[in-house]
């Protein structure tokens, strides 16, 4: 799963990105997880949703759930999830997450899975 193209989709803005592997595990839920994370700037949270809302499903992903949550005044969080055919079991989430009031804001893409399979929320 490392080499799954749609990792390599790095807005251009994004800093500190790291690389992330976890195993599934009794600890974790049995639940395993493979991407990278790092950070943009705050401004930019619209136009960072927007290109993986558009570059996503080019990789051949299909759109099951986008949660916007402006929360409190505090955090700020928008979950999009996805599922592809070739990966059955498979969810990939890419979550923003911040303050409005700070200068960056996580960006993550991961892909879960599990010995049982994985679906989105809600589905």
């Not at 193209?5 to 639940?31: H, K, M, N, Q």
């Not at 949550?69 to 890419?94: F, K, M, N, Q, W």
């Amino acid at each position: 799963m490392r080499t799954e193209s749609v990792l390599a989709e790095v807005f251009p803005a994004v800093v500190d990105r790291r690389e992330e592997v976890t195993l599934p595990c009794d600890d974790s839920g049995g639940i395993g997880h493979v991407g990278w994370n790092g950070y943009v700037p705050t401004a930019d949270r619209d136009r960072v949703a927007a290109f993986y809302r558009e570059r996503v499903p080019a990789s051949g992903w299909t759109p099951r759930l986008e949660v916007d949550d402006p929360g409190s005044s505090e955090i700020h969080t928008t979950r999009h999830c996805y599922t592809a055919d070739r990966h059955p079991g498979v969810a990939l989430r890419v979550d923003l997450w911040g303050n409005p009031r700070e200068p960056t804001t996580l960006v993550s893409l991961d892909l879960e899975f599990s010995s049982t399979g994985l679906d989105c929320p809600g589905e």
